[in-house]
């Protein structure tokens, strides 16, 4: 079951919660999501398929709506790290 956060802190988000969210911003090495937090996480192109791809925009478009994971939250350096795989 995703859930859409509406709230200003990282820190309202936890490890394995599964969140709706927003596509902000594609770039070469993954995708940055709005999450309903002040900072956005990011999805490495890593972590959006199970297969490999060659850039981002194969699997994602800005404004797409995806449902992802939360792998980590580290509030010192204001890192959300996401994935797209087994959502």
């Given at each position: ?9 990282a ?46 925009l ?30």
């Open positions: 079951r995703s859930t859409r956060v509406r709230s200003s802190s820190s309202d988000v936890y490890k394995r919660q599964v969140i709706k969210g927003t596509v902000r911003n594609v770039i070469d090495f993954g995708a940055f999501v709005d999450i309903g937090v002040h900072q956005d996480g990011l999805v490495h192109i890593s972590q959006m398929t199970e297969k490999y791809i060659r850039h981002p194969e699997v994602v478009r800005v404004g797409d709506i995806v449902a992802v994971k939360v792998l980590s939250v580290d509030l010192k350096k204001k890192r959300i790290q996401l994935t797209m795989k087994g959502v």
